[in-house]
């Protein structure tokens, strides 16, 4: 295969787009568009952390998660009972993601939460919302810097997050949801701007897979977090940002 069913080479991801300061009374915001999908991700700051953090005298990042009833092509029943395992998994990520690049001691007893909704769903929704994210956050701790509720900035990198997956016996990068459901491999990597690696998830849904596949992906996938970065980096450095 030379050529994806949308256009797009094997190494090509989806057209990346993140405008930022669209939720007006957060500290923080962007949307971020991958394709098809579009995620609007809110960063809001709270004085004050958990009970069992007070005593560490560092502050907290979290995240919340959430797919819109008509997200899909279907409508989704909200999680009004409290959010669901898939949900639960998700949020846990993005949190983790966002704390693997965090100072949190600078952050002084301040809680952020990043609240990552999904609008529009074409696969990938997990890594758009990590790397919106952190766009969110690091808008927030500017705030928090402009405003002297820190003494400096407390986000030391960047972090993206992006997936990959073997399509029809190749290797893709970026897979839109049409892909995802018939990928033999599917795979999330999420990698700080230095290079290291936060998480990765990796599932082959039939057969195994050798690996020289895992390495080629890996590989992939970093090459498409390069390019997320330098998305990242030009939202953040447009004036009102």
Request: overall charge negative; hydrophobic content about 40%.
């Amino acid at each position: 295969m030379t050529e994806r069913y949308d256009g797009r080479r094997p190494d090509q991801g989806r057209p990346v787009s993140i405008e930022t300061a669209v939720a007006p009374y957060a500290e923080g915001s962007c949307l971020i568009a991958t394709g098809d999908t579009r995620v609007l991700c809110t960063a809001s700051v709270a004085e004050g952390v958990p009970a069992w953090r007070e005593r560490s005298g560092a502050g907290w990042v979290t995240a919340e998660y959430a797919m819109l009833p008509r997200a899909t092509h279907t409508r989704t029943r909200r999680e009004r009972s409290g959010p669901k395992g898939r949900t639960q998994e998700i949020q846990r990520l993005i949190g983790r993601s966002l704390r693997s690049v965090t100072d949190m001691a600078a952050m002084g007893q301040h809680t952020i939460t990043v609240d990552c909704d999904v609008l529009q769903a074409d696969g990938g929704t997990r890594t758009a919302s990590i790397t919106g994210a952190c766009v969110a956050l690091m808008l927030a701790a500017r705030w928090m810097l402009e405003e002297g509720h820190v003494e400096r900035t407390f986000v030391r990198e960047k972090v993206a997050a992006v997936s990959v997956g073997i399509v029809d016996g190749v290797s893709c990068l970026d897979l839109d949801y049409r892909e995802d459901s018939s990928a033999q491999v599917d795979m999330n990597l999420v990698a700080t701007e230095s290079g290291g690696l936060v998480e990765v998830q990796g599932t082959a849904e039939g057969d195994p897979f050798p690996r020289p596949a895992l390495d080629e992906l890996m590989d992939l996938g970093m090459s498409g977090i390069e390019s997320l970065l330098a998305a990242q980096a030009k939202a953040l450095s447009r004036p009102g940002s």
